[in-house]
């Protein structure tokens, strides 16, 4: 059982479109984060949220914690071809434990 | 520093063999982190270590899958003997705290095969 659950799992979009994904918990964390992993590497950060309520913009990307820190969500406006890649929210209190992802597709 | 290097970054075996995979943390980091990645499950913690200590083993998915970290510099996934279900990427991962409020570096991983 997925601590975190992340949906949609699939997502194939075209460009210029806009999005978001999900990342639910039924249990609180005193941050989370989300990782952005591209064919053949690993995950890489893009951000961390700490505060309940939180928003943080990142160029295109905004990502918000839960007032209750426990679900944070990743909206990307206008998307573009390069934001192709498996979407990944993170948290642990006292590990760093994965959702299964969201697989974002931006079609030309 | 040259970031969490892997080696090797793919594997291919056949059954029954012991596969061994290799890790190198970034310098200073005192956590380290074994995940599988697959389609079907996702990314799985496996173990992670403290200052060379395992914290956590309760990802590891049978007796058949064992990990070491002789010093602060280098650990070792071994799986003996592999079955074709291990199948896997396979990620190493470093950090300064197990907590996500700090940033984990992976490693390219290891893609494994077993036939």
């Known amino acids: 059982t997925q601590l975190l659950e992340q949906s949609p799992q699939f997502l194939s979009i075209q460009e210029g479109e806009n999005l978001t994904v999900y990342c639910n918990s039924s249990s609180v964390f005193s941050s989370l984060q989300w990782y952005r992993q591209e064919p053949g590497e690993g995950p890489v950060l893009l951000v961390t949220?700490?505060?309940?309520?939180e928003v943080k913009k990142l160029k295109r990307l905004t990502f918000q914690f839960g007032d209750a820190r426990k679900d944070s969500s990743l909206h990307i406006t206008a998307a573009q071809t390069g934001d192709t890649g498996l979407y990944l929210c993170?948290?642990?209190?006292?590990?760093?434990?994965f959702g299964a992802g969201t697989r974002l597709t931006v079609k030309p | 520093d040259a970031g969490v290097i892997q080696s090797p970054r793919h594997e291919v075996t056949e059954m029954g063999q012991e596969v061994t995979l290799r890790c190198k943390p970034i310098?200073?980091?005192?956590?380290l982190f074994w995940y599988r990645q697959t389609m079907m499950r996702g990314l799985e913690l496996l173990i992670y270590?403290?200052?060379?200590?395992?914290?956590?083993d309760s990802g590891m998915p049978e007796d058949r899958f064992s990990a070491k970290m002789p010093n602060a510099s280098f650990s070792t996934l071994k799986i003996q003997p592999s079955e074709p279900r291990d199948s896997a990427v396979y990620f190493c991962a470093s950090s300064s705290s197990p907590r996500s409020n700090t940033e984990a570096f992976f490693g390219q991983g290891t893609r494994l095969t077993v036939v």
């Open positions: 993170a948290g642990g209190n006292n590990d760093m434990r």
């Open positions: 310098s200073g980091h005192d956590y």
């Open positions: 949220v700490v505060t309940g309520g």
């Open positions: 270590f403290n200052n060379n200590v395992p914290i956590d």
